[in-house]
């Protein structure tokens, strides 16, 4: 009984589905295709539509499958795996050929029926070679060669361009006395610096040294500078070079590309062309404050430091000579009893 009762719910509450069909028949422009190919098991959506696509066109038609998945608008991955199921089942044949010129061409056979490879051959072979190729570029065709003037000329047997004919014979022609050329003037000599002295813009060895240990030390800097590619090497270290020789340390510098670098959790692609950037240019070196005792406001001028006890130094303006304390403590000494 209550087997029965579920069952009556179940069909209570079931929404039947029912459709129907309206087909008109088309009066142009209609193709006949089998119910087998549209119901085909093996072949997905795709594969379907581009061999009905293709089974529409025309005879005069050139289309390619691949230009018909780009109308269709199938993308390369589905319309390789549909060309691939349309090739397993017979209805889609390829074949390159090498026409005049060595001119290789795809042909491609699109059937309404499935084909075996022997019946795919015999279509081929009797299509002309240019039946299943729609253009063909001009990029991809033989050039017209400009024959050569003159007759053909066997070349010349040990005819080595750079080779001297008079070098592998005795038989020399008598030698002739040249006259001697005349002495051309000297060159005035170049004052050339001396090893050690090398001009201030230029760098020296030693600076070039300390460049290159420099450059070799910035992948320590920061992990952003890790893959600096070791073909750039010789040209940072002659932008640090120029860098020591206008006077800046090698502390300058790290701290200069360091403050170049993006922030942190930003990656740099390119670190030997940032370092490159940030080095192009060389600053002028920073004057160094003059030595000497630090120079007060002039709202301070003419105080004093009290030498009283004080949390923290008091300046006052004395108003005596030799006056060593602020009117404060002086008043506090002057009120304290004499014991004291």
């Known amino acids: 009984m209550a087997g029965t009762i579920d069952e009556g719910l179940n069909h209570q509450w079931k929404r039947p589905t029912v459709i129907y069909r309206n087909f008109i028949a088309p009066s142009r422009a209609f193709t006949q295709l089998s119910h087998e ?62 026409g005049e010129g ?104 030693s600076q070039l040294d300390e460049a290159r240990a420099l450059v070799g030390a910035l992948p320590l800097l920061s992990p952003s500078l890790r893959r600096i590619p070791p073909g750039m090497h010789d040209e940072l270290t002659q932008l640090v070079a120029h860098w020591l020789a206008a006077g800046h340390t090698s502390a300058d510098v790290h701290q200069h590309v360091l403050r170049g670098l993006p922030g942190a959790g930003i990656p740099v692609h390119r670190p030997g062309g940032l370092v490159r950037y940030l080095l192009r240019h060389v600053p002028p070196l920073r004057e160094a404050p003059q030595a000497g005792p630090p120079r007060l406001s002039p709202r301070l001028e003419g105080t004093q430091e009290c030498v009283g006890h004080h949390t923290q130094p008091m300046l006052f303006r004395p108003v005596a000579e030799g006056q060593t304390l602020c009117p404060e403590c002086a008043g506090a000494r002057q009120g304290a009893p004499q014991g004291s």
Not at 39 to 62: E, F, K, V
Not at 185 to 191: A, I
Request: hydrophobic share 30%; with cysteine.
């Open 102 to 205: 060595g001119l290789w061409a795809t042909q491609q056979l699109v059937s309404s029926e499935p084909l075996r490879a022997d019946e795919a051959a015999k279509i081929f072979g009797s299509l002309p070679f240019r039946a299943g190729v729609e253009r063909v570029f001009p990029q991809m065709a033989p050039s017209a060669t400009v024959p050569a003037a003159g007759h053909p000329v066997a070349p010349p047997t040990d005819g080595h361009p750079e080779k001297d004919p008079w070098e592998d014979t005795s038989i020399l022609p008598p030698e002739v006395d040249e006259p001697e050329p005349e002495p051309e003037d000297e060159p005035e000599p170049v004052d050339e610096p001396e090893p050690g002295h090398e001009s201030p813009d230029e760098p020296g060895c």
């Open 37 to 98: 190919l549209i119901r085909h098991p093996r072949l997905n959506s795709d594969a379907a539509r581009l061999l009905t696509w293709q089974l529409s066109l025309p005879g005069h038609s050139r289309q390619t499958l691949s230009e018909t998945a780009k109308r269709a608008r199938i993308g390369a991955c589905s319309f390789n795996q549909a060309k691939r199921q349309l090739k397993a089942e017979g209805y889609v044949h390829e074949r390159r050929v090498q």
